[in-house]
């Protein structure tokens, strides 16, 4: 096991989260802080659960966190923690939407940390994640609040810059980052969007 991958990964047993993954939203928090007390937020294949746990604790009672994922999630939130609503769907079904919106009809930030199967096809693997990522930033542009934030996972290709222009033209501020707790040989990075401007055309 590597040894940045054995750190993190006891870190998260430590702290009592299902994946290390908590510390690359963890760090993309401490730096841009788009999760804020008292937003509602959802959370675009959740499963296990630990970005939704660390949304649930950053943004308290008075929040609320919607997390979805085609694999049946189930974690309690933390004391103090904003209620987390678990949703079994796809997010390439429009009845999605429908689903999310009985619970909440907007969010103030949406975040991702999906990622498709890899296959060791470079190109494959690169278009899978940028098919994914932007159903995301759709489904930003149908159920994020003017101003909202965004933050999703996306595999390096040479598409990539594509899809990070697709982004500036619905926020005021991009960023993309690649948090210590990625592997140094993983093509994933965080593409963080602050600053949403809702599009002219409707996507629905």
Known sequence: MRKVKDFYY?????????????????????????LKRGDSVLDLGCCPGSWSLF??????????VVGVDL??????PRHGGAIIHWLQS???DPEMVLLVRKIRPAFRVLISDLAPKTTGNRWADHQQSL????RTLELAQILLLEKGAYICKVFQG????VFVDEVKACFEQVKVIKPQSSRTE???????????????????
């Not at 998260?12 to 510390?23: H, N």
């Not at 694999?71 to 309690?76: F, G, I």
């Not at 040479?158 to 810059?161: A, L």
């Open 55 to 64: 949304a649930s604790e950053v943004v308290g009672e008075t929040g609320v």
């Open 158 to 161: 040479e598409d990539f810059p």
């Open 90 to 92: 796809d997010i390439m």
């Open 71 to 76: 694999q049946e999630t189930r974690q309690a």
């Open 10 to 34: 006891k870190k998260a047993k430590k702290d009592k989260y299902p994946a290390r993954s908590i510390y690359k939203l963890e760090e993309a928090q401490h730096r841009y802080q788009f």
């Open 186 to 204: 993983s093509r994933e990075v965080f593409v963080v969007a602050l600053g949403f401007r809702r599009p002219l055309v409707q996507v629905s």
């Open 131 to 134: 098919r994914l990522t932007r």
